[in-house]
């Protein structure tokens, strides 16, 4: 995919403004690090640094999956610390759609949004990674009723989150008709889990479980595909993430339509160096969304929605076999 370039921005490059403002919140750029971690020491850290760098630049977080302190309260502060850190910034609590067809419901739910204060909640659908695991929780009969449920209980936004295979249209409606208020799609050309449990199963020598995390290694919807599937079905705000790496691939996923972008293996990456390498490596790519903007002519975020685009190559095809337009990405009629 290209942005067009225009030799003739007609714009100042330095009043171009990043601010953006979705779930009632304003992001100084539109970019949230992604879930990642909690529950061990090193976990601890990481979510100190990762907080520490969202507040000083405006952006968000999302923390990794709070299932390990709802079973042991001990491990709360390896989650707390965020808003420790982060005291205006905007909180993501996170748990698994598994879990609310294995027993949890809201008492769970309010007790992550609890623990960090969180503005939202996001529930993690990751059957890829479920079934690429020897230990993996397979049932997902069910998820979608809870979801409904909860969603309609909880006076925070539920926001449901795939972790590197994608979200079609079909379940995107489906989520929003059962009450979600965000959507993140998690697509596949980031992160994939099953390279992760082929890694495992290669360390741990067993070689079918093996096979099975190469065989799946690539398996999901891609990223941009995925953004103009569930931006152009819903109307609630979506966020991409899933391999995005620079600040020109959170202009594209925003002139595809995307409220907000995710980014999760480049901030682990920085926040285990720490956070003055973890804002620099922000900071950075908030200056490429500037340039980016820049270029294509859009001084504010609503005009980057609006900047045309080329799709080619793969996306093109894929989006042409799922019956959506190439021609017109940005979603209309955003909230
Ligand atoms: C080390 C690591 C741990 C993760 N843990 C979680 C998690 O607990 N909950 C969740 O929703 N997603 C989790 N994710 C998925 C990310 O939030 C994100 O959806 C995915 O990694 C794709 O983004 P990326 O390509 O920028 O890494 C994790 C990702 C990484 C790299």
């Known amino acids: 995919m290209n942005l067009i370039h225009r030799a003739l921005p007609e714009i100042d490059k330095q009043k171009v403004d990043l601010s953006t403002t979705v779930f009632g919140h304003k992001f100084s750029a539109p970019m949230i690090a992604g879930a990642i971690t909690g529950g061990t020491q090193e976990a601890t850290k990481i979510n100190a640094t990762i907080a520490e760098a969202v507040e000083k630049l405006g952006l968000g977080m999302g923390v990794g999956s709070q299932r390990a302190a709802i079973e042991d309260r001990t491990l709360e502060k390896t989650f707390a610390i965020a808003r420790k850190k982060a005291p205006t910034a905007f909180l993501i609590a996170?748990?698994?759609?598994?879990?609310?067809?294995?027993?949890?419901?809201?008492?769970?739910?309010?007790k992550a949004l609890e623990m960090i204060e969180a503005d939202a909640i996001a529930i993690h659908l990751n059957a890829l990674q479920e079934t690429a695991q020897p230990e993996g929780q397979t049932n997902f009969?069910?998820?979608?009723?809870?979801?409904?449920?909860?969603?309609?209980?909880?006076?925070?936004?539920?926001?449901?989150?795939?972790?590197?295979?994608?979200?079609?249209?079909?379940?995107?409606?489906?989520?929003?008709?059962?009450?979600?208020?965000?959507?993140?799609?998690?697509?596949?050309?980031?992160?994939?889990?099953?390279?992760?449990?082929?890694?495992?199963?290669?360390?741990?020598?067993?070689?079918?479980?093996?096979?099975?995390?190469?065989?799946?290694?690539?398996?999901?919807?891609?990223?941009?595909?995925?953004?103009?599937?569930?931006?152009?079905s819903v109307k609630i705000p979506v966020i991409a993430s899933g391999g995005i790496r620079?600040?020109?691939?959170?202009?594209?996923?925003?002139?595809?339509?995307?409220?907000?972008?995710?980014?999760?293996?480049?901030?682990?990456?920085?926040?285990?160096?720490?956070?003055?390498?973890?804002?620099?490596?922000?900071?950075?790519?908030?200056?490429?969304?500037?340039?980016?903007?820049?270029?294509?002519?859009?001084?504010?975020?609503?005009?980057?929605?609006?900047?045309?685009?080329?799709?080619?190559?793969?996306?093109?095809?894929?989006?042409?076999?799922?019956?959506?337009?190439?021609?017109?990405?940005?979603?209309?009629?955003?909230d």
């Open 246 to 334: 620079d600040g020109v691939d959170v202009a594209k996923a925003l002139a595809l339509g995307a409220s907000l972008t995710g980014l999760s293996q480049p901030i682990l990456q920085a926040a285990v160096k720490g956070v003055g390498e973890t804002c620099s490596s922000l900071e950075l790519i908030m200056n490429e969304l500037r340039n980016a903007m820049f270029l294509v002519g859009a001084s504010s975020i609503q005009k980057l929605h609006e900047a045309p685009s080329v799709i080619s190559g793969k996306t093109s095809e894929w989006l042409k076999l799922r019956g959506f337009t190439v021609e017109a990405y940005a979603r209309r009629g955003r």
């Open 141 to 232: 009969k069910g998820v979608l009723e809870k979801i409904g449920e909860i969603a309609e209980e909880l006076d925070k936004p539920v926001i449901a989150k795939e972790t590197g295979a994608g979200i079609a249209s079909e379940e995107a409606k489906k989520l929003q008709a059962a009450g979600v208020e965000g959507i993140d799609v998690s697509g596949a050309g980031g992160t994939s889990w099953a390279a992760v449990e082929y890694y495992r199963a290669k360390r741990r020598g067993n070689k079918s479980q093996c096979i099975l995390g190469d065989v799946f290694w690539d398996w999901g919807i891609p990223t941009a595909a995925s953004v103009v599937e569930v931006c152009q």
């Open 94 to 110: 996170n748990l698994g759609g598994v879990q609310l067809v294995n027993g949890y419901g809201l008492k769970e739910l309010r």
